[in-house]
């Protein structure tokens, strides 16, 4: 079975995937806000605090370990993605 890898660029473009679909509510919750706001920006840095991350690292390894499906890979960056998404937006 082929385990799937996440590398920077594709943690980048799930975080900003992540973004992009939470970003119409806080964006109706708070529309001056919202405006006023770099959303490339907001992906970069969660992409960065991931990276830097040891304990979601830590994660990502015990996945490859386990021979991650898809699922499972997809399953644990929405646990980890949101929270930090949530954090930026909501403070």
């Given at each position: 079975?082929?385990?799937?890898?996440?590398?920077d660029m594709n943690l980048h473009e799930?975080?900003?995937?992540?973004?992009?679909?939470?970003?119409?509510?806080?964006?109706?919750?708070?529309?001056?806000?919202?405006?006023?706001?770099?959303?490339?920006?907001?992906?970069?840095?969660?992409?960065?605090?991931?990276?830097a991350d040891a304990e979601f690292q830590?994660?990502?390894?015990?996945?490859?370990?386990?021979?991650?499906?898809?699922?499972?890979?997809?399953?644990?960056?929405?646990?980890?993605?949101?929270?930090?998404?949530?954090?930026?937006?909501?403070?």
């Open positions: 079975m082929n385990t799937p890898q996440l590398n799930y975080v900003a995937r992540a973004l992009q679909t939470q970003w119409p509510n806080f964006a109706a919750a708070h529309p001056h806000l919202a405006a006023a706001m770099d959303v490339p920006l907001l992906a970069d840095r969660v992409t960065a605090d991931l990276a830590a994660a990502l390894r015990q996945a490859a370990a386990q021979a991650a499906s898809f699922d499972q890979l997809h399953q644990l960056l929405a646990d980890w993605i949101a929270p930090r998404i949530a954090a930026l937006l909501i403070g």
